[in-house]
């Protein structure tokens, strides 16, 4: 073959090669909308799982942008990550203040994209330089390891479960189990059939009717404490808050101060009788003194009723007064005989004359006469 012929194929294929190139350009370029002008947006994640720049930014399904940049802050403190999103002019209108952001799985190969919610058309647009809402990410990694963690707790159960079933397939289990149904068997029948307070309180409308009295009873009762409770409240809260003997007594110090005096002197009265030599200590602890009198209190109460026992027996004069008869006849005799007497009469006017001639007279002159019409 011709150097000529050569040149020419290896043209043909170069020329062929810059085609394929530049509609590949073409192509993934329309796929990305690296034609069209963009709107800055930002987001923040702890975990971008995997997420780099260019990764293709969806809405709705709908390759709307590309992810500009992916890092971490200077400060050393901050561990959150911040990405920056770029996102078509004519699609940016979609963007709301309810928009979200969220980092989704593409494929099985282990690619990440931003999945972009479209906005409320009664939210306000975020302007260009703000920040979306993000959203932790749900990719198939997350679901696999949350499916591993099920199937460990699932595991768990069933060797639970496991456990359980060799227990009730222990032959001393089965029997305790049929005892524990046999007595309850017998307990329910007992109730059932059998005449016992259980019985009763079930099927006799009499009892129940009791028990439903007792209740009632007990409701009152209760009602009554809330009451008597309330009273007492009341009383306290009284007694607090004044005025009143209680209050007084509790609250007052120039009474509580009054009431230690008293208590003092009380104390040093009861000492003193208990410790002194008056009359109190005599009464109370004896002394000779004190017995004497007592002994002649104790005699002369002996000698007032032996008298009074001579009196109603009807010694002496008075004895005689109280309880003879005669001698009240024989003094009613004398005092008609006397009435009867004559002379003794005469005696006695004739004394009695002889007051009235030794009284005093007083002269009595007579009035000047007043004038006519004057008080008298």
Known sequence: MSAKARSLKVGVFVLVGLVLATASVFVIGENRRVWDRKVTYHATWQDVSGLKAG?????????????????????????????????????????????????????????????????????????????????????????????QDVARQAKLALQNVQKITEQIADPQFTSDLRGTVKSLHDILDGVAHKDGVAHRMIFDPEEARRVDH??????????????????????????????????????DDQLAQGTAGTMVELNKSLQALRTGNGLGHAIVYGDDSTQHVMGNVSAMSDDMREIVANV????????????????????????????????????????IKQNEDQKPHAEVK???????????
């Open 55 to 147: 990764s293709a930014i969806r809405m709705g399904g709908i390759d709307v942008g590309s992810v500009s940049d992916v890092k971490h802050s200077d400060d050393p403190k901050d561990s959150s990550v911040y990405v920056t999103l770029a996102v078509a002019r004519n699609e940016a209108g979609r963007v709301r203040k309810d928009s979200t952001v969220t980092i989704a799985g593409k494929g099985l190969l282990g690619d990440k994209m931003i999945e972009l919610t479209v906005g409320s058309p009664d939210q306000e647009a975020i302007p260009e330089g703000g920040t979306i809402k993000s959203v932790p990410s749900s990719d198939l990694g997350q679901i696999v390891s949350d499916a």
């Open 214 to 251: 007792i209740l009632a009873n007990l409701d009152s009762a209760t009602a009554n404490m809330n009451a008597i409770s309330s009273d007492a409240r009341e009383i306290t809260s009284r007694a607090k808050s004044g005025p009143g003997l209680v209050h007084t007594l509790v609250y």
């Open 312 to 351: 109603k027996a009807g010694r002496g004069t008075i004895g005689a007064l109280l309880v003879d008869p005669s001698v009240y006849e024989d003094i009613k005799s004398i005092v008609g005989n006397v009435e009867r007497n004559q002379v003794l009469r005469a005696l006695v006017r004739y004394s």
């Open 366 to 376: 007579d009035a000047k006469p007043q004038p006519q019409g004057s008080n008298r």
